[in-house]
């Protein structure tokens, strides 16, 4: 079993900047992580996720703002989020998928609100 802690989230303002990071307590090599999220009433959406290669994909409302990346080193993945808008506010979940398992860390809230 795998525990991932995610961290860095908080409340920040329209066009602010945030770097959420996810710890696992085993190791991520040859595991896909990616991070999540879920705003009240929808449903969990993927954010982003990278490839134990460095392979990158996002979803459309955050390309070109919100930059994943991963320490295998250290069982560390990031998420670098900039030009923040008020819909981006949710809880963020971050997943580590590994031998067809499925992991998925507690959540951390992010607010944009001014």
């Known amino acids: 079993q795998v525990q991932l802690v995610e961290s860095g989230g908080g409340l920040v303002q329209p066009g602010g900047s945030l770097t959420l990071s996810c710890i696992a307590s085993?190791?991520?090599?040859?595991?896909?992580m990616g991070w999540y999220r879920q705003a009240p009433g929808k449903q969990r959406e993927l954010v982003a996720r990278i490839r134990s290669g460095g392979r990158t994909n996002y979803g459309d409302s955050v390309k070109g703002r919100f930059t994943i990346s991963r320490d295998n080193a250290k069982n560390t993945v990031y998420l670098q989020m900039n030009s923040l808008q008020a819909e981006d506010t949710a809880v963020y979940y971050c997943?580590?998928?590994?031998?067809?398992?499925?992991?998925w860390g507690q959540g951390t809230q992010v607010t944009v609100s001014s």
């Open positions: 085993g190791s991520i090599y040859y595991g896909v």
């Open positions: 997943n580590l998928n590994k031998y067809e398992n499925d992991y």
